[in-house]
């Protein structure tokens, strides 16, 4: 921060310095607006759970605050939302992680996932306003500032807080509309499942036991999901999932036989790779039957009959399994190959005769990212797509932090 030169007006009770003289500081103050016995104070608040703090983006913010190069005295708090949950309220939280700033006032808070480019380029601002507060004076800025008053800087620095906000705000309903539809997209599942049972167990295809069995897992999918669309207003999706030790090989069995409909009396040729010695997985059990459902539904849809589908699980590395759905479908040209992973992309070679690829790749691509795996397709027109994601393997894990600790090496 450069020297300011005192104008007229500029200190009362007293002579006005030459106006080629730099103005003297108050005691205690240094030409950077803090004490010249060391940095401004800054106190922050950062909600995060222990997933989002595995982060590389908020691992190099927290290195930087706790570091020696944000030119403040920090103090960090890092607190997970799920242990006091009470602070989304106080400060109005809809998404984390979120930083907050408590001092020096105004209040400001910081979400989304550019947190460190955020917080970084408000730290030039924040120093100036130090300058200001620390001095108590009425600034007067040199003729190449125009004639603003000191009053009319601090409108200007609260305008920019005030639009600061509001970006964030806009992120966070951003990322609310996202979940309420990704949550809504989901209940088509079990409600699919069940209309199926329901035409099967009309046709004599199933049985009494079978039929009630169907219904009874299908309505618990709903009320799972339903406690997720209550819950979404205080947390992120992400956080919606309870990773444990799994054998993957049944929940591939059980998400086939749900959706025999589409397949039975195709003339499909189906056929699956499930290795003998596959190693358990650590991943949410209903989070993994999602994908696997979103996947083999968009399999057998986009298959004409007499076509193949192929469900492979591959052992890559001694820390991943690779899950691997294919069809003999139209294929995806390369140009949609990423976008089709966004919210609410459909191919437009599709959309008019069937209902994918819509929500549900976006919340394929969201649960594994998740698990700390990835997803992806290969595919090329005319060829059918395969699409791959990895799931960790179970090695003893404790918590979705240790997801981050090794990532998958490819594609």
């Known amino acids: 921060m450069g020297r300011r030169t005192l104008r007229e007006g500029g200190v009362s009770g007293g002579a006005d310095p030459a106006p080629d003289q730099p103005a003297d500081l108050p005691n205690g103050a240094g030409p950077n607006g803090g004490s010249s016995g060391g940095p401004q104070s ?31 005295d920090v103090t960090l708090e890092v607190v997970d939302p799920a242990r006091q949950p009470e602070l989304l309220e106080l400060h109005r939280l809809v998404a984390t992680p979120a930083l907050v700033k408590l001092a020096p006032l105004p209040k400001q808070v910081f979400a989304g996932s550019t947190l460190p480019s955020q917080v970084r380029s408000w730290l030039p601002r924040w120093q100036q306003m130090e ?73 004599g295809q199933i049985d009494d036991h079978r039929f009630q069995d169907v219904l009874h897992r299908r309505l618990d999918d709903i009320e799972a999901l339903s406690r997720d669309l209550l819950e979404v207003g205080t947390t992120r999706w992400e ?25 039975v009396g195709r003339r499909l040729e189906l056929v699956t790779d499930i290795p003998a010695d596959l190693p358990d997985l650590y991943a949410d059990q ?43 479908g139209p294929g995806i040209p390369r140009e949609e190959q990423e976008r089709i992973f966004q919210d609410r992309v459909r191919l437009p070679q599709t959309s008019g005769t069937t209902s994918g690829y819509g929500v549900g790749l976006s919340v394929c691509r969201r649960i594994a990212e998740v698990h700390g795996g990835r997803i992806w397709v290969v595919s090329e027109p005319g060829e059918g797509a395969c699409f791959h994601f990895t799931v960790p393997v179970w090695n003893g894990q404790s918590g979705p932090a240790e997801m981050q600790a090794a990532k998958p090496p490819w594609p």
């Open 131 to 203: 300058v200001v507060s620390t001095l108590g004076l009425s600034l007067r800025p040199a003729e190449m500032d125009g004639s603003r008053t000191q009053r009319e800087v601090q409108l200007e620095d609260q305008l920019l807080v005030l639009r600061q906000e509001n970006e964030t705000l806009i992120e966070r309903l951003g990322v609310q509309e996202r979940l309420l539809r990704m949550v809504a997209h989901e209940l088509r599942t079990p409600l699919t499942a069940a209309k199926l049972a329901l035409q099967s167990h009309g046709l």
């Open 42 to 72: 800054l106190k922050l608040l950062l909600l995060a759970n222990p997933h989002h703090l595995a982060s590389p983006n908020l691992r190099s913010l927290v290195a930087f605050l706790r570091g020696d190069d944000s030119g403040f």
């Open 286 to 328: 209903r989070r993994m039957r999602q994908v696997l459902l979103n996947l083999l539904e968009n399999a057998f849809k986009f298959t004409p009959d007499g076509g193949r589908v192929s469900l492979t699980l591959l052992h890559r590395t001694s820390q991943w399994v690779q899950v691997s759905v294919c069809d003999s």
């Open 239 to 263: 956080a919606l999932f309870n990773p444990q030790r799994l054998a993957l090989g049944q929940v591939v069995a059980d998400a086939i036989l749900e959706l025999e409909k589409l397949w």
